[in-house]
């Protein structure tokens, strides 16, 4: 599963989407809000498969979160919630070669058990898939929240909690952001976390399309409930839901 969109665009993709976080980590909604709308360009003519699409639908269903824009935002969080599905569903033609390390010794134990091998790098796939849409998840049921006055559901809250905790770990930040901890330099770390897993799988010889996905769930962005209450500043107008 290869795809057709130039590496130029890809890498512009990543730029703006780390960009938005470090402009949330500066409380800059306005600046994040446009970054992940250029991002969002750059990815607009992918596959329905691709998991930048999906973290940049619902990246910008955030953007208009916290513009208080709420009906918007839940358009773009279920557009983005069908692209994580649809990356899930094309995990097994997935390029996911088993050599992660150099060695002759790894080398020769990925060729004697091969499927075991690939089978382990797609289950991690599922897992890293289950937490951006559980993120995605979390994201929309704050929308909710906020335009019906409804409790958040705590089934939402605790499958982000168990597959946070599964793909990115008990201290990951997005679970410090689930209970309101001090957001600005939490959104730094989620960025610089994602591009030290990114140049650790460059350095393993990971295939193009793992990273990818990698790096996409990993910069899908988690909107902590403190940032609705304490957000001052609107984000620019931005346009209607995109398809």
Request: charge should be negative.
């Amino acid at each position: 599963m290869t795809s057709t969109i130039g590496d130029a665009s890809l890498e512009s993709w990543e730029r703006h989407t780390a960009a938005g976080f470090r402009a949330m980590s500066h409380t800059h909604w306005s600046e994040a809000a446009d970054e992940w709308r250029k991002a969002f360009d750059h990815v607009r003519a992918s596959e329905p498969w691709d998991a930048r699409r999906a973290a940049g639908l619902n990246n910008l269903g955030v953007a208009y979160l916290l513009d208080a824009r709420y009906t918007e935002a839940e358009d773009y969080f279920d557009n983005a919630r069908d692209s994580w599905a649809r990356t899930e569903a094309y995990i097994p033609d997935l390029d996911v070669p088993v050599v992660g390390h150099s060695s002759v010794f790894h080398l020769r134990l990925a060729t004697r058990h091969h499927d075991a091998f690939a089978d382990s790098r797609r289950r991690r796939c599922v897992q890293l898939c289950a937490a951006a849409s559980a993120i995605t998840n979390f994201n929309a049921a704050l929308a909710q929240r906020k335009e019906t006055s409804s409790p958040l559901s705590l089934e939402v809250a605790a499958a982000l909690i168990r597959n946070a905790t599964d793909a990115f770990g008990a201290r990951c930040p997005e679970l410090k952001l689930m209970e309101n901890g001090d957001s600005e330099p939490l959104y730094r770390e989620k960025a610089l976390r994602a591009f030290d897993l990114q140049a650790r799988s460059m350095a393993a010889a990971l295939s193009p399309d793992y990273r990818r996905l990698e790096m996409a769930t990993n910069l899908t962005a988690l909107l902590s409930p403190r940032l609705l209450g304490l957000n001052e500043t609107r984000s620019p107008k931005l346009d209607g839901p995109e398809q």
